[in-house]
C-alpha cells in the first residue's frame, strides 16, 4: 500500500516535470506557450505603469493585474522545486535566480510600506525586467551565440584592454595639445573625449580648436569605425566556427535538474540517472 502511494507520488511528480520542464510533449509546449505569453504580457504592465499618465488613471487595474501575474509565477517556481529531486539545483542556477528576482519584488513592496520606502520600491520594481530573460531559455539558437562569446572572451578581453591603452595615449595627447584653455581640462577628460570620438558618438560638448588637434580628431574619427567593426567580426567568426549540429531536444533531468543532453540521450551526463 506504501509502496502504491510512493508510486503515484513519483508519477505526479514525473507528470508535473515533463509539463514544465520538458517541451518535446503537447503539455509541455503549451505550457511554454501560456508561459511566454505571462512574461510578455508582465513586461508590457511594467512598461505601461513606468508611463506616469497611464499609472494615474489605470493604476488599480494594473496593480491587480501585476498581482495575478506574480501569484502565477510563484506557483510556477514552486512546482519547479516540488518536481525536481535536488531543488538546489534549480534554486541556485541561472534561470532559478532569475524567476526568483522576477518574482520577488511585489511581496518586497508588502513589507516595506511608507513614504520612505516609496523610493527604494521604485528601484525594486526595476528587477521585474528580469522577466524578460526568462525567455532567453526558449531561445535554442542562443547556444551556438553563447558559445561563440565564451570562445572569443579572451580575444574580446584583449582588444578591450587595447582600447584602453590607446584611449589612454589619445586623451594624454590631446591635453597636451588643446589644453585647458580649449576644453581639454584633465587627462581624464580629455580620454572620455577620446572614448566618444573613437565610438563615433561625438557629443559635441568638447571638440579640438587647434589646426594640429583637429588633425588628430580626424584620425581617431577614421580609426573608429575600424574599431567597431573588431568585436563584432571576432564572435562572427567564432560563429563560423561553433558546431552547427546542436543538440534540439527539451530533455532535463529529474534528478539534478541538469538539461545539456545529446539528442537519444538515455541517462544524463551529470549525474548518470535516467532521463
Not at 526568483?100 to 510600506?113: G, N, Q
Not at 558559445?147 to 584592454?161: E, G, H, M, Q
Not at 581624464?188 to 560638448?205: C, E, K
Not at 564572435?235 to 549540429?245: G, I
Request: proline share 3%.
Amino acid at each position: 500500500m506504501i509502496e502504491q502511494k510512493n508510486n503515484k507520488q513519483v508519477n505526479w511528480k514525473s507528470r508535473l516535470h515533463d509539463i514544465i520542464y520538458e517541451a518535446d510533449t503537447k503539455e509541455g509546449k503549451l505550457f511554454d506557450i501560456i508561459l511566454i505569453i505571462t512574461i510578455i504580457i508582465s513586461i508590457v504592465l511594467v512598461m505601461l505603469e513606468s508611463v506616469s499618465s497611464i499609472d494615474q488613471k489605470y493604476h488599480n487595474i494594473l496593480n491587480i493585474s501585476e498581482w495575478i501575474i506574480t501569484i502565477l509565477f510563484t506557483i510556477e517556481y514552486i512546482a519547479r522545486i516540488i518536481c525536481i529531486k535536488k531543488p538546489t539545483s534549480y534554486i541556485f542556477s541561472f534561470y532559478g535566480i532569475i524567476d526568483f528576482l522576477a518574482t520577488i519584488p511585489k511581496y518586497i513592496s508588502l513589507i516595506f510600506v511608507g513614504t520612505h520606502a516609496l523610493i527604494a520600491l521604485r528601484a525594486l520594481r526595476l528587477l521585474r525586467v528580469f522577466r524578460i530573460l526568462k525567455l532567453a531559455r526558449y531561445m535554442g539558437a542562443s547556444i551556438n551565440l553563447v558559445a561563440a562569446l565564451k570562445a572569443s572572451r579572451i580575444k574580446i578581453f584583449v582588444f578591450l584592454f587595447a582600447i584602453i591603452v590607446l584611449t589612454i595615449i589619445l586623451g594624454t595627447i590631446m591635453y597636451l595639445v588643446e589644453g585647458p584653455q580649449n576644453g581639454f581640462t584633465s587627462i581624464p577628460y580629455s580620454m572620455y573625449w577620446a572614448i566618444v570620438t573613437l565610438t563615433t558618438v561625438g557629443y559635441g560638448d568638447i571638440s579640438p580648436h587647434t589646426p594640429f588637434g583637429q588633425f588628430i580628431a580626424s584620425i581617431v574619427m577614421v580609426l573608429g569605425y575600424g574599431i567597431i567593426a573588431v568585436p563584432t567580426g571576432i564572435v562572427t567568426s567564432e560563429l563560423t566556427k561553433a558546431d552547427t549540429k546542436v543538440p534540439i531536444n527539451t530533455q532535463h533531468c529529474t534528478n539534478c535538474g541538469s538539461d545539456k543532453h545529446l539528442d537519444n540521450a538515455k541517462y544524463c551526463n551529470n549525474c548518470g540517472a535516467k532521463l
